[in-house]
T-cell receptor, first 117, second 111 residues
Framework: GAVVSQHPSWVICKSGTSVKIECRSLDFQATTMFWYRQFPKQSLMLMAT?????????EQGVEKDKFLINHASLTLSTLTVTSAHPEDSSFYICSARDPGDGVEKLFFGSGTQLSVL | GQNIDQPTEMTATEGAIVQINCTYQTSGFNGLFWYQQHAGEAPTFLSYNVLDGLEEKGRFSSFLSRSKGYSYLLLKELQMKDSASYLC????????????FGTGTQLKVEL
């Protein structure tokens, strides 16, 4: 199956700093990538849809100025959590579809555990 | 938003069969997915249903009834490694190919 690489796997930062998370499609091109957030023992909540070469589409209630998304190429999307606070501590996961897969399933990155002190 | 409901937790015995149910709002339904997620890891794809009926894949099977807005994931010959969270996800038309996830069912397999 298709491979989605996400980096870093975990990060600890101080409150007020910014953190960048990268998501790469390794063996396919992804015009669209999806960013999810997951709190402990809860399901995945879609934050935004990242569109290559254009602005991201944010879900209701997600602050676009706080969660900056850039999709500058067909294989890379980045999520930057700006001025992070402890309540931003969560598991962030990116995903994408492989256009050549034939089924509309999502392939997920390995996730990034963010802890804000 | 679209509501997707699953039981929160289930417990089953090694070697047994377990059925995890999922209900969803039928309006705009485009397809249903089941994913397995171990703690601290990314979800992995299990199955995809777009037409009514049963899809079998080894020890795992998934069933869909579009008219009832109902699906289930059937796990046979349970193994300890099957202890995980099982996520039901639905694609809705007009949603821009987004997947909406259910709350997930935490399955615990015991000896």
């Amino acid at each position: 199956g298709a491979v989605v690489s996400q980096h870093p796997s975990w990060v600890i930062c101080k409150s007020g700093t910014s953190v960048k998370i990268e998501c790469r499609s390794l063996d396919f091109q992804a015009t669209t990538m999806f960013w999810y957030r997951q709190f402990p023992k809860q399901s995945l909540m879609l934050m935004a849809t990242s569109n290559e070469g254009s602005k991201a589409t944010y879900e209701q209630g997600v602050e676009k100025d706080k969660f900056l998304i850039n999709h500058a190429s067909l294989t890379l999307s980045t999520l930057t959590v700006t001025s992070a606070h402890p309540e931003d501590s969560s598991f962030y996961i990116c995903s994408a579809r492989d256009p050549g897969d034939g089924v509309e399933k999502l392939f997920f990155g390995s996730g990034t555990q963010l802890s804000v002190l | 938003g679209q509501n997707i409901d699953q039981p929160t937790e289930m417990t089953a015995t090694e070697g047994a069969i377990v059925q995890i149910n999922c209900t969803y709002q039928t309006s705009g339904f485009n397809g249903l997915f089941w994913y397995q997620q171990h703690a601290g890891e990314a979800p992995t794809f299990l199955s995809y249903n777009v037409l009514d009926g049963l899809e079998e894949k080894g020890r795992f099977s998934s069933f869909l009834s579009r008219s009832k807005g109902y699906s289930y994931l059937l796990l046979k010959e349970l193994q300890m490694k099957d202890s995980a969270s099982y996520l039901c996800a639905v694609s809705f038309t007009g949603g821009g190919n987004k997947l909406t996830f259910g709350t997930g069912t935490q399955l615990k397999v015991e000896l």
